[in-house]
T-cell receptor, first 115, second 112 residues
Framework: GQQLNQSPQSMFIQEGEDVSMNCTSS?????WLWYKQDPGEGPVLLIA?????ELTSNGRLTAQFGITRKDSFLNISASIPSDVGIYFC???????????????FGTGTLLAVQP | SAVISQKPSRDICQRGTSLTIQCQVD?????MFWYRQQPGQSLTLIAT?????????ESGFVIDKFPISRPNLTFSTLTVSNMSPEDSSIYLC?????????FGPGTRLTVL
C-alpha cells in the first residue's frame, strides 16, 4: 500500500524559532495538503499544493510541492504559542495522476511551543 | 467554507452496544466522508457517502460494522455497531466543497 512518511514525529521549540517538517510518499500524487489539528477539533486546511515545484505561503507558513511529486515540506517562521497542535500532511489525487477525492494522511507532527 | 457540526461530541459506551453519530453541514454537498482517528494516530478514511447512493467503504471497513446513511445533501450518520474497546477513537466527518475537504470537530468515543 501507499507509504506516507512524516517527520519529525514531534518538536519542542521556543517561541520565535522557525519550524520545518516534511512528508515523503512512495508514489506520485497530484495534490499535497497541510492540515493543523487543535485539541478537540477536526483538522483545518492550512495550505494546498497542486503543481510540482509549487511554493505557497499563508502568513508565516510556507509549503512546497516537491518536483518529483513525492515529497513536500511545511515551514513555520517565528513561531508563537498558538502554533501548538498536530500538523498533518495529506495526499490526494491518486497515484499516477488518477482523480480521487480520498485523502491519505501522514502520521502527524506534534508541535509544542514554549513561550 | 463549510460549517460542520457533529453529535454527540463525546460518549462512553458499553461493549456490545451501538452508537449513531450525526453530521450536519451548513451547505449542500455531494460528497461526505467519515474518518477514524485512533488515540495518538492519524486519520484513516472509513467510507465515502454520496447522497442517493450506497456508501463506498475502504479496505478493512465493512457496512455491517459501520452502516452509514446519507438521506440528503446536508446530513449523514455513521453507526458504530457491536462496539468493542478497540473501537475507541475519534470519528470525524468531512465534506468536499470545491477542491477542499472541511472537517467536523469529531466525536470522541470510549468503549468500556
Amino acid at each position: 500500500g501507499q507509504q506516507l512518511n512524516q517527520s519529525p514525529q514531534s518538536m519542542f521549540i521556543q517561541e520565535g524559532e522557525d519550524v520545518s517538517m516534511n512528508c515523503t510518499s512512495s508514489s506520485i500524487f497530484n495534490t499535497w495538503l497541510w492540515y493543523k489539528q487543535d485539541p478537540g477539533e477536526g483538522p483545518v486546511l492550512l495550505i494546498a499544493l497542486y503543481k510540482a515545484g509549487e511554493l505557497t505561503s499563508n502568513g508565516r507558513l510556507t509549503a512546497q510541492f516537491g518536483i518529483t511529486r513525492k515529497d513536500s515540506f511545511l515551514n513555520i517562521s517565528a513561531s508563537i504559542p498558538s502554533d501548538v497542535g498536530i500538523y498533518f500532511c495529506a495526499l490526494g489525487g491518486g497515484p499516477l495522476g488518477g482523480a480521487t477525492n480520498k485523502l491519505i494522511f501522514g502520521t502527524g507532527t506534534l508541535l509544542a511551543v514554549q513561550p | 467554507s463549510a460549517v460542520i457540526s457533529q453529535k454527540p461530541s463525546r460518549d462512553i459506551c458499553q461493549r456490545g452496544t451501538s452508537l449513531t453519530i450525526q453530521c450536519q453541514v451548513d451547505s449542500q454537498v455531494t460528497m461526505m466522508f467519515w474518518y477514524r482517528q485512533q488515540p495518538g494516530q492519524s486519520l484513516t478514511l472509513i467510507a465515502t457517502a454520496n447522497q442517493g447512493s450506497e456508501a463506498t467503504y475502504e479496505s478493512g471497513f465493512v457496512i455491517d460494522k459501520f452502516p452509514i446513511s446519507r438521506p440528503n445533501l446536508t446530513f449523514s450518520t455513521l453507526t458504530v455497531s457491536n462496539m468493542s474497546p478497540e473501537d475507541s477513537s475519534i470519528y470525524l466527518c468531512s465534506v468536499l466543497l470545491g477542491d477542499t475537504q472541511y472537517f467536523g470537530p469529531g466525536t470522541r468515543l470510549t468503549v468500556l
